[in-house]
């Protein structure tokens, strides 16, 4: 039976599911699994960097007073004492007219206060000594890495809710990170509803498609730093549906449908929340597509209803769950990234509602422009594989031309703490 | 002893490792394993979409002719004979003045020709029957999604050489790729150089630093989509460190060591390059930073000879190694995506080689920003967190000025086909 549904605007409907969002837990993992996970504290350097005066070069650490009289007509001779390799302490201390040679980060000898590089120098062998000749002198301080010049102990170099990455696992290295705190992953279950879908070893029968959306909505858990559990297809019968999702929900912190809560006859979703006593937060908002997206609360956890359209599920996933995930890790950044795009082709149709389209972002000269994907019928498709970005079309507009100017939320940037203006 | 070398330009130093460049074997994974691998192969579609006429809404499927007459003031009545779901196919055929309600997704019932939505219809039961009532006429086609509209079997989705995201993954399911051909992965061995490195769970001692560049560079070679293999560190012995590299050449597809290429006492590699009989393609790059970043190629496999300076060691890879493993994996844009950028702030220093300076790039009204991070010496250590692309300069420059246009080197932009100019 057919039932007007009230809709909500997306901000409101953000917002109505970010009022469940909790705070994961930490936990530590190691250094080595640590690529992608988002951190719970920040990273604090537990020593100065340098750790001590050291050698930024290959070269010899001198006592500049050595030095004083050089220049290119009065070349002097240092006698070299010792060698230094980096990890390694100087065993002599230099007296007046002697060097030591040192390497590349190596700490300053006791009693040297700057470093000669090996190009300046001209090393002679003579009576079993070397020598160096130096032909200019040098100030103290000269070429020496100053303990702590770059960090010192407790600076704070890395927020919490970063993601680590190459460089910040550097960082986690150097200040002795072997077991790194992050953000739990929460558990994101997903049953696909439809006795329309063939999984995919299946082969195609008359009246059914491929299971698609599962795998997508996996894949966009996965990215979104989640762990997904796949539960399969919900049956086409309302009690065992039922006790599906009741039985899904004990092992899950979120749990995603794709389909079922439009107004066919088989879509059971919308009684399946008022049998489990559900709290509702929406089942229409005004956008397309999506319009049927259903979020609703049950003891705090949330079910979200994307759409079985692909499109709507994805856009549905990224503007609703992929928030609560963010927030869940501990990422203060937890919406798409927004940017102003140049749209490179018209669309004309209108508006009635805001619209989310899925385009290929590029950047051209500096500036970034947006290509809407899948405009025609033909491209529907494809628009599911050649899209990075979300073209944002305001609700009551009339229609856009190639060259203006629009907003766009990036599906591969770094993330925003802003949800779209209200 | 002090060498001279003769730098080549990045340009060169490039195309000369490319010379090696070879692309890896295809292996099939589950599709559930799929995400971020690169398709080896393009996707092809095994059948029409939608495989068959279809409805893309629920509602009623019609004989178009039946409501030729149908108006708001002379309203008509069908009655409805069966309902078909997503998945099943319709029974009856309907005779004049009858209708299937049909659920979205389901094929059109024999006898059919248009859909109508269940908002423009009013339901009326009599007699044990249900009729709807229409106030409209439509015409043959209304609202059918027509078979193979949008795809068409043998159509070529998405192009090998794609990384699988959750768009390409609803590709592949959607096509039955229950198996995904992609490139194998490269194994890229990795030893670290230098005595004064203590691992990360060691403590601090006088003299040592932690070993962060194989954190740092596993991580980069994770995120380049191979498979890091790190062997520890190359101890303070010629002989021992010939031998552990010989042996590790054995087991890898690429060897990378940080350190050990520069003037130094102790830098044993370009003796290990010697003695081995590698061919050393380069050991000194016109560049800032990482000009003694050597390449060496033995028996067709490279040995990337990275800075141990962690800023050049992180451009080393992303400038050299990185395409290397993108053309393995079968990436056609192997190398950075390069786009133009705004100097957020002065970069005084003259540039005698061409300079990589480690940036953090930003959007503001559409155009890209970059600003490079770590300038001061305080700035060091976080500069390896916190940049997301290398602001390029070009050699023989004199300073640049915040509002400069400049090249950007995106490090997770989407690829490039094309290496920095020559």
């Given amino acids: ?200 070893e299946e082969p195609l029968e008359p009246g059914k498609i491929r299971n698609s959306n599962s795998y997508m909505i996996t894949s966009q858990i996965l990215k979104a730093g989640a762990v997904p559990k796949y539960y399969g297809k919900l049956v086409d019968d309302f009690d065992r549906c039922y006790e599906a999702v009741v039985n899904a929900l004990d092992e899950v912190d979120v749990l995603i449908t794709t389909g079922g809560v439009s107004v066919g006859d088989f879509d059971y979703l919308p009684a399946i929340y008022e049998k489990l006593g559900a709290n509702v937060l929406f089942n229409k908002i005004a956008m397309r597509p999506g319009s049927v997206t259903t979020v609703a609360e049950y003891k705090g956890k949330l079910l979200f209803g994307l759409s079985g359209n692909p499109s709507a599920c994805y856009v549905g996933f990224e503007l609703l769950t992929r928030p609560w995930v963010q927030l869940y890790l501990g990422n203060p950044k937890p919406h798409l990234q927004k940017v102003q795009g140049i749209l490179k082709a018209d669309f004309p149709k209108p508006n009635p509602f805001v619209r989310f389209i899925r385009s290929k972002m590029t950047i051209e000269e500096g500036k970034i422009f947006a290509e809407p994907v899948g405009l025609d019928k033909s491209g529907v498709v494809t628009s599911l594989a050649n899209s990075d970005a979300l073209v944002v079309l305001p609700g009551g507009t009339r229609g856009f031309k190639k060259g203006d100017v629009v907003d766009v939320l990036l599906l591969n940037g770094e993330g925003s703490s802003e949800i779209l203006e209200k």
């Fill in 1 to 200: 039976m057919y039932t007007e549904r009230k809709p909500i605007k997306i901000n409101e409907a953000v917002e109505a599911v970010l009022q469940f969002a909790k705070e994961g837990e930490l936990e530590y993992v190691s250094i080595n699994d640590s690529d992608g996970r988002i951190l719970k504290q920040p990273i604090k350097a537990d020593h100065d960097i340098p750790p001590f005066d050291r050698s930024p070069l290959d070269g010899f650490a001198i006592r500049s007073e050595d030095t004083v009289d050089a220049s290119r007509e009065t070349p002097i001779e240092l006698e070299v004492i010792e060698t230094v390799g980096a990890g390694a302490i100087a065993k002599r201390v230099p007296k007046q007219g002697q060097v030591i040679r040192i390497m590349t980060g190596a700490e300053m000898p006791e009693g040297t206060d700057a470093i000669v590089m090996f190009e300046l120098t001209k090393e002679i062998e003579r009576d079993g000594k070397t020598f160096i000749e130096l032909k200019r002198s040098f100030k103290p301080g000269d070429n020496i890495s100053f303990k702590a010049e770059e960090t010192k102990t407790d600076d704070i170099l890395v927020e919490a809710g970063r993601k680590v990455d190459p460089g910040v696992k550097a960082l986690l290295a150097t200040f002795g990170y072997n077991k790194v705190p992050v953000g739990k992953k929460p558990i994101i279950g997903v049953y696909a509803t439809g006795t329309e879908l063939l999984d995919v």
